[in-house]
Protein backbone atom coordinates (compact mmCIF):
# COMPACT_ATOMS: atom_id res chain seq x y z
CA UNK A 1 0.00 0.00 0.00
CA UNK A 2 3.25 2.45 0.79
CA UNK A 3 4.20 2.40 -2.35
CA UNK A 4 0.79 3.03 -4.66
CA UNK A 5 1.07 6.74 -1.97
CA UNK A 6 4.88 6.70 -2.69
CA UNK A 7 3.90 6.57 -6.88
CA UNK A 8 1.01 8.79 -6.97
CA UNK A 9 3.26 11.58 -5.11
CA UNK A 10 5.88 11.03 -7.04
CA UNK A 11 3.55 11.34 -10.31
CA UNK A 12 1.84 14.20 -8.87
CA UNK A 13 5.44 16.15 -8.23
CA UNK A 14 6.04 15.13 -11.84
CA UNK A 15 2.71 16.44 -12.59
CA UNK A 16 3.40 19.94 -10.58
CA UNK A 17 6.50 20.64 -12.19
CA UNK A 18 5.28 20.18 -15.70
CA UNK A 19 2.60 22.22 -15.10
CA UNK A 20 4.87 25.18 -13.93
CA UNK A 21 8.02 24.71 -16.42
CA UNK A 22 7.36 25.37 -19.78
CA UNK A 23 11.01 24.36 -21.26
CA UNK A 24 10.55 20.83 -19.62
CA UNK A 25 6.96 20.26 -20.82
CA UNK A 26 7.94 20.55 -24.20
CA UNK A 27 10.95 19.17 -24.16
CA UNK A 28 8.99 16.03 -22.67
CA UNK A 29 6.30 16.44 -25.64
CA UNK A 30 8.99 16.43 -28.07
CA UNK A 31 10.78 13.19 -26.78
CA UNK A 32 6.94 11.37 -26.69
CA UNK A 33 6.62 12.35 -30.14
CA UNK A 34 9.97 11.33 -31.35
CA UNK A 35 9.45 7.55 -29.04
CA UNK A 36 5.64 7.25 -31.19
CA UNK A 37 7.42 8.15 -34.54
CA UNK A 38 10.71 5.64 -34.11
CA UNK A 39 7.90 2.65 -33.06
CA UNK A 40 6.13 2.84 -35.99
Known amino acids: M??????L??????????L???KARKKLVNQ???FT???R
Not at 2 to 7: I, K, P, T, V, Y
Not at 9 to 18: I, Q, S, V
Open 2 to 7: ARNGML
Open 9 to 18: TTAALGAAYL
Open 20 to 22: RNE
Open 37 to 39: GKS
Open 32 to 34: LQA
